[in-house]
Every structure is written in structure tokens, then in C-alpha cells.
């Protein structure tokens, strides 16, 4: 029987530390609850990544995408973090992957400040997300509890 798929989907920059962490805190624990977790950063090296993570000098723009893509495609449900970390840049990259998603009917789950009200009342965005909750714990033991084929 194959294992549930949680995809990881948010800012990826290396000048905003909390963007890099919160991935590395949540899969261990999603992992252990008997996902399969796919992060857009596993095989990158964040030392190599330049312009703040936009770029992998060792990967072209159509090999991030089409393994992003492929990635997003073969999940059970995608944990997004839709905060940018007061790190000033959009979260093109996740938009996309949210708006994947949604085509292909595969839920979202967002975790979001409350006062965020352009990822809470952005009609596109509002839209994608499946279930919001205000802190990564809270949308980890959802996943848990929701996708888990243990619950």
C-alpha cells in the first residue's frame, strides 16, 4: 500500500531563514505520521542557491518547474506556508503550485497569520485553500488526522 503524499509549498529564500525552517521542523513529524513528504528543497543545496534562493545555477527554470509540477501532481494534500516572512518578495513560485492544485483537485492546506488578509480574502487564494490554520502545529496534526491512512 503506498504512503500519503504531503508537498511543501511556500517562499524558498535564503535570506529569510523562517522559510527554509519550517520545512525541515514539519517532516520529520509528518514523516513519522507515515507520509511521504516531497519539499521543493531536497537535493538543493540552500549555500549554492543564488539571489536569495530564486536560482540554482546547477538547475534550469524548466527543471525546477517540471519536478515542482510532477510533484505537486503525484500529492495527497499540499501544506502550504503562505507567509513571506516579512522578506518583501511575492510568493510567485507557490501561487503556481496552489493553482496547480486546485486544477488537478488536490487539497491545500494554508497556514497563515490571521492578519493576512490577502491570502485569507484574495478571492484565487481563498479559493485554492482547502482548510487555513494560524500556526504550522496545528496544520501538521490536521494532515495527521485528516490524510493519514493510520486515522
Same mark, same amino acid.
Given at each position: 500500500?503506498?504512503?500519503? %503524499?504531503? =508537498?511543501?509549498?511556500?517562499?524558498?529564500?535564503?535570506? %529569510?531563514? &523562517?522559510?527554509?525552517?519550517?520545512?525541515?521542523?514539519?517532516?520529520?513529524?509528518?514523516? &513519522?505520521?507515515?507520509? *511521504?513528504? @516531497?519539499?521543493?528543497? $531536497?537535493?538543493?543545496?540552500?549555500?549554492? @542557491?543564488?539571489?536569495?534562493?530564486?536560482?540554482?545555477?546547477?538547475?534550469?527554470?524548466?527543471?525546477? @518547474?517540471?519536478?515542482? =509540477?510532477?510533484?505537486?501532481?503525484? !500529492?495527497? %494534500?499540499?501544506?502550504?506556508? @503562505?507567509?513571506?516572512? &516579512?522578506?518583501?518578495?511575492?510568493?510567485?513560485?507557490?501561487?503556481? *503550485?496552489?493553482?496547480?492544485?486546485?486544477?488537478? $483537485?488536490?487539497?491545500? %492546506?494554508?497556514?497563515?497569520?490571521?492578519? /493576512?488578509? =490577502?491570502?485569507?480574502?484574495?478571492?484565487?487564494? /481563498?479559493?485554492?485553500?482547502?482548510?487555513?490554520? /494560524?500556526?504550522?502545529? !496545528?496544520?501538521?496534526?490536521?494532515?495527521?488526522?485528516?490524510?493519514?491512512? $493510520? !486515522?
Amino acid at each position: 500500500m503506498s504512503r500519503p %503524499v504531503v =508537498y511543501l509549498a511556500g517562499l524558498i529564500s535564503t535570506d %529569510v531563514p &523562517e522559510s527554509l525552517r519550517w520545512r525541515i521542523e514539519a517532516e520529520p513529524l509528518l514523516t &513519522e505520521a507515515g507520509f *511521504e513528504v @516531497l519539499s521543493p528543497m $531536497r537535493g538543493k543545496d540552500p549555500a549554492r @542557491l543564488l539571489r536569495g534562493g530564486l536560482v540554482d545555477p546547477c538547475l534550469t527554470a524548466k527543471d525546477v @518547474l517540471a519536478r515542482d =509540477y510532477q510533484d505537486v501532481a503525484r !500529492s495527497t %494534500v499540499i501544506l502550504a506556508h @503562505l507567509e513571506t516572512f &516579512e522578506g518583501g518578495r511575492p510568493l510567485l513560485g507557490t501561487i503556481a *503550485e496552489l493553482a496547480w492544485a486546485w486544477q488537478l $483537485r488536490i487539497p491545500v %492546506v494554508g497556514m497563515v497569520d490571521r492578519e /493576512n488578509v =490577502y491570502m485569507l480574502d484574495h478571492p484565487f487564494v /481563498n479559493e485554492f485553500v482547502s482548510h487555513y490554520f /494560524n500556526d504550522e502545529d !496545528s496544520a501538521v496534526d490536521f494532515i495527521i488526522e485528516y490524510y493519514s491512512k $493510520r !486515522s
